[in-house]
């Protein structure tokens, strides 16, 4: 296991108040890139809708009688006109409704996300700030706290439900704010930069160590 890592502290005025050192559990370990992999792969299968749908036989009007006789025409038999090989048949072997989803274990899961921190920490892309409040939930105000932040495109890690907060964020798209309990690995990578409080930090310890 590797020595811990501390960063600053700062606030959300981007001044440095302190010194944190990063909990080993959850930033210590290694940086397993299967596992980031598998992760996000998993979470991208279970956002499929699945909904994807082609007329078999059975859902294709017409095509109740033979176009022709069996016999004697010269012509090929021909049961349907709904056949898949004519014009305005059916279709075959085409997509039905279906889930994607599945489920890595708990473990694996757990390392990934584990992985995920380990990888914002060591580019040097975490921070960590002592609070984050808004006076007003207003798009604007967080705004300003970014570019004070010099965030273009982060994830911020919240310890609990802030209505403020999250309402300030959702005009913002290149930034997402996600309480502690959902945090994952697929949104950790997809932003650039992970800016996460110290109560967040508690709460990723406690379901981590669940």
């Given amino acids: ?11 959300q005025r981007n001044e440095t108040v302190g010194e944190f050192t990063l909990p080993t559990e959850l930033f210590g370990g290694p940086v397993r890139r299967h596992l980031l992999y598998e992760a996000v792969r998993m979470q991208l299968a279970n956002r499929r809708a699945g909904t994807a749908a082609t007329k078999t036989r059975a859902f294709v009007r017409g095509g109740g009688r033979n176009p022709w ?14 056949s898949p090989i004519w014009v305005g048949g059916a279709t075959i072997f085409g997509p039905q409704p279906r889930d994607y989803g599945y489920r890595m274990g708990a473990s694996a899961r757990r390392a990934a996300l ?3 921190l380990a990888d914002k920490a060591r580019e040097g892309k975490l921070m960590v700030i002592d609070r984050l409040v808004l006076e007003a939930p207003k798009t604007k105000l967080l705004a300003e706290i970014m570019g004070t932040l010099q965030i273009n495109s982060g994830l911020i890690v919240i310890p609990e439900r802030d209505e403020a907060l999250e309402r300030a964020a959702r005009n913002l798209p290149r930034i997402k704010v996600l309480r502690a309990e959902g945090a994952n690995v ?9 800016i996460v409080t110290q ?7 406690r379901r981590l160590a669940a």
């Fill in 69 to 82: 006789r069996q016999k004697g025409t010269g012509r090929a038999r021909a049961g349907s006109s709904r």
């Fill in 114 to 116: 584990c992985a995920a």
């Fill in 186 to 194: 697929y949104d950790i990578l997809r932003y650039d930069r992970l």
């Fill in 1 to 11: 296991m590797s020595n811990a890592l501390t960063v600053p502290l700062v606030s």
């Fill in 199 to 205: 109560e967040a930090l508690q709460a990723l310890q």
